[in-house]
Nanobody, 124 residues
Framework: QVQLVESGGGLVQAGGSLRLSCAAS????????MGWYRQAPEKQRELVAV???????NYHDSVKGRFTISRDNTKNTVYLQMNSLKPEDTAVYYC??????????????????WGKGTLVTVSS
């Protein structure tokens, strides 16, 4: 089993910054892709940013130039630096990881996991 634990959410004024962290632990051989998704009230969950093990990144158009995703493979941790925050960035942010490892005694080359989420609130 793999656990993803997010931290770093909170309340910030528009124009401010926050840094989210997500640490993965458990039966991990390697993590292929790590990413952040968000879900605002009454909206569908959407991809914010992802990063591959080789550090290739992809961003939602609305956060390009403001958010930066990075990862530390030695710590199985992914970060999301969020600058110039806007009220429309308010959402629960979820960590996601595609993991190669063991589950129930069996090896899986790719299994997807979610964190429980951390709330980011941007006031105007």
């Amino acid at each position: 089993q793999v656990q993803l634990v997010e931290s770093g959410g909170g309340l910030v004024q528009a124009g401010g910054s926050l840094r989210l962290s997500c640490a993965a632990s458990g039966s991990i051989i390697s993590i292929n892709v790590m990413g952040w998704y968000r879900q605002a009230p009454e909206k569908q969950r959407e991809l914010v940013a992802v990063v591959t093990r080789g550090s290739t990144t992809n961003y939602h158009d609305s956060v390009k130039g403001r958010f930066t995703i990075s990862r530390d493979n030695t710590k199985n941790t992914v970060y999301l630096q969020m600058n110039s925050l806007k009220p429309e960035d308010t959402a629960v942010y979820y960590c996601n990881a595609d993991v190669s490892g063991y589950y129930g005694g069996n090896y899986y080359p790719s299994r997807n996991y979610w964190g429980k989420g951390t709330l980011v609130t941007v006031s105007s």
